[in-house]
């Protein structure tokens, strides 16, 4: 009996003091693993970077900066500059910024606002998410079968015919080329520039807006001078978003591109992306030089788009984040 | 009744091979097949080259039909991958359209330390998309070919093509010429062409390689996206391999050889060109423009390359034994899938070459065909 009493005495303390300990050191571990977490991802980050910028060494040190204003491309005699996909990403991306963003702005319009039509805002929201999950090769195959002959037999003469004194939409279109890819990239960041501008839009107090209705303001005017600007910045940051998207897409954009090493002053010609080039021609590409102008073209990349991302983020955060305060 | 002895044992041989055994199993004659020795048991590694793929794909699979204790996988990653992996030891063998450049051999321990062999053989056509044109009306020379892909002949109606097809309406529609956007063999082989036929060609873009600097036309991934692109596109034209043109039932132009004469791209003609050069190697191995009233004027080998020294003998046996069946009874398989047979000639070389694959100082293949 009084050895059951002292067991019963002392178990209290002792369970007491494992579970602080418990606690504590859980604490630690969880605080441990997560730290671990943290820094993983930092070190990958790390890995990554030099991972990319030693391999490309060799090209660096052969072409230096020359590499972002050469034109040409030409494995047998081991001359590679970048311009020409620097060129390509640039003006299929924005091609694809400049059909996306109004209709993707509209959308988010339709999307947050009271007065859209109810029974369409579901359907709209899953034709988003469902776009916004197509793999990008399949948006490819499309474009490839359907879209090129589409832009060749009647969109790109249609534009020849009626805007052709523009340098812009000159020449015999082929169905390939920068249109066509942009016209690709809008398709794909639709989605994004959509979803982000309809939670950006959405972030703007209600109180501004009904006090513009009760000011006798219509619909259109409270949208285009009160939500509009006031939103303004974040929007900016969803369509630099859908940019950064834009600049990295590969597979889709290889297949309607062309694949050309060229500039071109009109849309309907052919022409290279980095990713592209990238893509095309890593199995192939021997020797050091060779191979090391892949990778510099992959840090180029990597570097815009870190540049246009971070500050696409910068704006978006600025917006959403200092809400409370603008009001 | 010596037949029934003979199948038992090269059962037995079989079976023991399935239960692991390995080089146990090496010295089993089978004298009733092909005259090939039975390989010991292994698993073995390729990579490389795309173009010969589908008939490797297909050779190693009936190889496995035939000798269960031996499978082999191929990986059709492209030569340079190949190669890259062959010189990283992770595959037994490696593929590759063009042999080893003198600085790739040098990265592998030097020339000697590596045996190329050629496995087979292929030959490209002139794919074009023209309304009205059918198959093989067209007639392409070494001249029209190097001005359309140096972009001096813009038109399908120009003056030098209507020269040499004067019974075809030729349209005047741009000519849309399509090549290859990757590195790959089949370039090098076109490339070589137009050099040896064109020095303007050889001026312009520095001579053969296995991507170049075009000077005019699209690129397309792969034999199949040029082909997709050339059908989809009227007014297009690109080099094909035979393969992929006879089965999309794409329109090839007629080719005008070494000898004049204008031939259709086949596989005999691939072979009746290579047979013209009978002292093909590793490093004199172009044979386009060959001549030969048969001869399909842009052709070539693809080759497949081993270490010289066998670290693992059971490994280097199994490997020599099935290069051996390739370059002999496995040419079988390519004639089936388009691609020409290697001539005699060939065949006696590779066999020779291989006979110097070693392990430990001894010779691995023991019985040639």
Redesign the interface.
């Given at each position: 009996m009084g050895k059951g009493t002292a067991e019963r005495v002392a178990p209290a303390p002792l369970v007491a003091t494992s579970r602080q300990r418990r606690l504590i050191s859980g604490d630690d571990v969880f605080r441990a693993v997560a730290f671990a977490a943290a820094a993983l991802i930092l070190v990958i980050a790390a890995i990554f970077v030099v991972a990319l910028i030693v391999p490309a060494l060799p090209a660096i040190a052969r072409f230096g900066l020359g590499f972002f204003i050469g034109r040409?491309?030409?494995?047998?005699?081991t001359?590679f500059g970048a311009l020409s996909a620097i060129y390509g990403t640039a003006v299929t991306s924005v091609i694809g910024l400049l059909i996306a963003f109004p209709i993707g702005l509209a959308a988010a319009l339709f999307l947050a606002e009271e007065s859209g039509v109810r029974l369409l805002r579901g359907p709209l929201s899953f034709a988003i998410e469902l776009l916004a999950g197509i793999p990008s090769v399949v948006i490819g195959l499309f474009a490839?079968?359907i879209l090129?002959?589409l832009m060749?037999d009647d969109v790109d003469p249609f534009l020849n015919h009626t805007l052709g004194f523009l340098p812009l939409f000159q020449g015999?279109p082929?169905?390939?080329g920068y249109l066509t890819a942009g016209l690709v990239l809008a398709i794909m960041v639709l989605p994004i520039m959509t979803a982000l501008s309809r939670d950006v839009i959405r972030a703007v107090p209600r109180a501004l807006r009904e006090a513009s209705l009760a000011l006798g303001a219509t619909n259109a005017e409270t949208i285009w001078s009160v939500i509009l600007p006031y939103a303004r910045v974040g929007i900016t940051g969803a369509a630099l978003l859908s940019l950064g998207r834009a600049l990295g897409e590969t597979i889709a954009v290889?297949?309607v591109i062309?694949?050309?090493?060229e500039i071109s002053a009109s849309l309907f010609a052919?022409g290279y992306t980095l990713p592209?080039v990238i893509a095309?021609?890593f199995?192939?590409?021997?020797?050091n030089v060779y191979l090391g102008s892949l990778f510099y073209l992959g840090l180029v990349l990597v570097l815009i788009t870190i540049a246009v991302n971070v500050l696409a983020r910068l704006l978006v955060w600025r917006f959403t984040g200092s809400e409370p305060m603008a009001t | 009744m010596k037949g029934i002895l003979v199948a038992a044992s090269v059962a037995a041989g079989l079976l023991l091979a399935a239960c692991g055994g390995t080089s146990s199993a090496t010295t089993t004659p089978a004298t009733g097949g092909a005259g090939a020795p039975t390989p010991p048991a292994a698993s073995l590694n390729g990579a490389g080259a795309t173009f010969p793929a589908p008939f490797y794909q297909a050779a190693f699979y009936a190889y496995n039909q035939k000798f269960s204790q031996v499978t082999v996988n191929y990986q059709p990653v492209g030569s340079g991958a190949g190669i890259q992996q062959l010189s990283k030891k992770t595959v037994d063998f490696g593929a590759s359209d063009v042999p080893l450049k003198t600085s790739e051999a040098a990265a592998m321990g030097g020339p000697d330390k590596v045996v190329q062999i050629a496995s087979t053989l292929g030959t490209e056509s002139l794919a074009y998309n023209l309304q009205g044109i059918g198959d093989g009306q067209l007639k392409l020379t070494p001249d029209t070919i190097a001005a359309i892909f140096l972009g001096t002949i813009k038109k399908w109606n120009d003056p030098a093509l209507k020269a040499d097809n004067s019974g075809l309406n030729l349209p005047n529609q741009d000519i849309r010429v399509v090549h290859r956007s990757d590195g790959s063999g089949t370039t090098y082989i076109f490339t070589d062409y137009l050099s040896n036929v064109s020095a303007a060609w050889k001026a312009k873009t520095g001579g053969p390689g296995k991507s170049v600097n075009w000077p005019v036309g699209d690129g397309a991934s792969g034999n199949a996206g040029v082909a997709t692109r050339i059908t989809q596109t009227p007014g297009a034209i690109g080099y094909v391999e035979l393969a992929y043109v006879l089965q999309t039932k794409m329109t090839q132009a007629q080719l005008k050889n070494a000898d004049g004469n204008f031939v259709l791209p086949s596989a005999a003609g691939a072979t009746a060109a290579a047979s013209q050069y009978l002292g093909t190697s590793p490093t004199n191995f172009s044979i386009v423009n060959a001549p030969g009233k048969d001869s399909a004027p842009i052709s070539g080998y693809s080759w497949l390359m081993v270490y010289t020294d066998q670290p693992d003998k059971t490994k280097g046996t199994a490997t020599v034994d099935l290069l051996d069946w390739l370059v002999n009874d496995g040419q079988q398989y390519a004639v089936n899938l388009h691609y020409a047979k290697l001539p005699s000639n060939m065949v006696a070389n590779d066999i020779a070459a291989l006979k110097g694959v070693t392990s430990g100082g001894s010779a691995l293949l023991k019985v040639s065909s």
């Open positions: 040409t491309w030409d494995p047998v005699r001359q490839f079968f090129t002959p060749r015999s082929s169905g390939y290889t297949m062309g694949n050309r090493n052919s592209s095309n021609e199995t192939e590409a021997v020797g | -």
